[in-house]
């Protein structure tokens, strides 16, 4: 039997809107990447919800859930 070797998300799609969602997102995935043994949790992209340029709301939040990996 393969054992998994990380956790995988998509499409978070961060905005100065939804950050407290957002960071209960990321904290539950390294939990759940935690209790299955596993080190690495993978973000395949879509992370902001928007292409264009971020407001310094977003780009601090994004800061702090980085942090959150440290």
Known sequence: MKKPIGLILTDTHLDGENVKEQ??????????????GLSEVWHMGDI???????????????????DIFK
């Open 23 to 36: 960071k209960a997102i990321f904290e539950q995935a390294i939990e759940a990447a935690h209790s299955a």
């Open 48 to 66: 902001f919800e928007s292409r264009k340029s971020q407001s310094l709301t977003t780009l601090n939040a994004f800061a702090e859930i980085l």
